[in-house]
């Protein structure tokens, strides 16, 4: 959309951060703008862009449950945009009932596109039915406010209409939809050798639990220019700030964590925006693990991917789109991706794209919101706007000592604690205009404890691993 047009329609969008938000590493990290999972920006952007029309203005929530803001919300937009994963399940109930709230307080539409259940690989909802009130109010408050709630597939779907509704849809996800109905996905090799760049990625669990510690690592040996790819927040602080602090530092054989060979090899990575994630993955010829963005990625950037499947959000989302996946469970130690290569079949997912991209748009349609594709350029302006913008590179572990990552990283935290101390002299004030008889003793430790949590926590792994 030109600057220079006024917008006719606001669409509010739940999203860690615009895409074209550049945010520096430090800061990224410190707001956790990818919402504990670089993954929910691949669909939330993807989202961004299709509903990008001419005179229409797409402005993120900043993933914010903001219960006041729902009068600001009901007059400044004409409709809430809700993109979501696996938000049916126990971890997320919290924030599915604050959801809830604020979609009870609203009077435009609300459009919920690829919201998922999370259960086992045999598809039993049981573990889901301490929370079914919840889910049940959330539903019920969405299709209030629209014609219908979009599913990301067959599990999620029977599940809602076990409970008795009726205006279910699967549509998918909708990063997969970021290029319309073009998907061009192809083997560009006759078979993976010891040269191939391949991608590997995968959650804490499945390194932990499910066996793909000891698949990362056969791997390793037999493919010099294997890639590891992490999404979690813990993961890019752990390559920017060896910071360890999180439970998932106990995980040792997750190749984010500094003990690691690959860490120590420069053979890991985690991105804090998608156009950065995709473009790197067009360099390699193979992708899989058992995160579904991840592999979701490498077939945006036209790279052929496997997914190994660890329970129903990935389940489900394959077996729609057709992507190419194998069950975790049961994988012999010494699978070799080669033979995942060979086995890979594209032509259901390539194939069937442009059918799945008509109901996904379809699905829009009857939500009122139209889509780029349709009803605008094609998303050339967008990635025009994106072209343009510098985007920081993908975070690579920490194992040099050079002059500018150290000066980086202490030119932020030097800022921080600026920041705190203006805060601190703010509030000093703030207490003596009200004639607060607090003293030094009082209000120091409660600033201690904010510098501490903003940039304590850095600076010690810092010093503990000898880069003081």
Not at 52 to 68: K, L, Y
Not at 97 to 126: C, E
Not at 151 to 168: A, I, N, P, Q, S
Not at 273 to 299: E, Q, Y
Request: glycine share 8%; aromatic share 8%.
């Amino acid at each position: 959309m030109s600057h220079n047009v006024r917008p006719s329609k606001r669409i509010l969008l739940r999203s860690g951060k615009s895409p074209y938000d550049v945010v520096p590493v430090e800061e990224a990290l410190h707001r956790d703008v990818i919402a504990t999972n670089s993954g929910n920006l691949i669909f939330s952007d993807a989202t961004h862009k299709i509903l990008q029309t001419p005179g229409t203005e797409i402005v993120s929530n900043g993933v914010r449950t903001d219960m006041a803001a729902a009068k600001r919300i009901n007059e400044e937009y004409d409709a809430f945009v809700v993109p979501l994963a696996n938000a049916f399940r126990p971890s997320f109930e919290g924030q599915l009932k604050r959801l809830t709230r604020l979609i009870s307080k609203l009077r435009i539409p609300v459009v919920v596109v690829g919201v998922g259940a999370q259960s086992g690989l045999d598809y039993n909802p049981s573990r889901l039915k301490p929370m079914e009130a919840s889910v049940r109010e959330f539903v019920s408050a969405v299709l209030d406010r629209s014609a219908s709630i979009g599913v990301r597939g067959e599990f999620t779907e029977k599940y809602l209409k076990d409970m008795g509704f009726r205006d279910v849809e699967v549509i998918g996800c909708p990063s997969l939809f970021l290029y319309g109905k073009e998907l061009a996905v192809q083997k560009r090799a006759s078979a993976l050798t010891a040269d191939s760049r391949i991608a590997v990625n995968g959650s804490h669990n499945a390194v932990q639990k499910q066996g793909l510690d000891r698949i990362i690592r056969r791997t390793h040996e037999r493919y010099p220019h294997l890639r590891f790819i992490g999404q979690n927040i813990s993961d890019a602080r752990q390559l920017y700030w060896r910071d360890l602090s999180d439970a998932n530092g106990r995980v040792t054989a997750m190749p984010t964590h500094p003990e690691h060979p690959m860490y120590r090899e420069d053979k890991v990575r985690v991105y804090v925006d998608p156009v950065t994630w995709i473009d790197d993955l067009r360099g390699f010829d193979f992708s899989f693990g058992s995160r579904i963005h991840g592999n979701i990625a490498a077939l945006l950037a036209g790279t052929p991917a496997t997914v190994l499947c660890g329970d129903s959000r990935t389940l489900e989302l394959c077996r729609y789109f057709e992507i190419p996946h194998r069950l975790i469970k049961g994988l012999p130690s010494d699978l070799d991706p080669a033979r995942l290569y060979e086995e890979a079949d594209f032509t259901g997912l390539v194939g069937g794209h442009h059918e799945r991209f008509e109901r996904f748009t379809e699905f829009l349609d009857r939500n009122g919101l139209e889509n780029t594709f349709t009803h605008g350029d094609g998303g050339t302006a967008f990635d025009d706007r994106m072209r343009a913008l510098s985007f920081p590179a993908g975070i690579r572990p920490w194992n040099d000592t050079d002059l500018a990552s150290l000066t980086s990283r202490f030119g932020w935290l030097n800022g921080r604690i600026d920041e705190l101390s203006r805060d601190n002299e703010q509030l000093k004030r703030e207490l003596a205009r009200a004639g607060a008889k607090a003293t030094a003793t009082v209000l120091q430790p409660s600033v201690y404890r904010r510098a501490r949590r903003a940039v304590g926590r850095p600076i010690r792994k810092v010093i503990q691993s000898g880069r003081g």
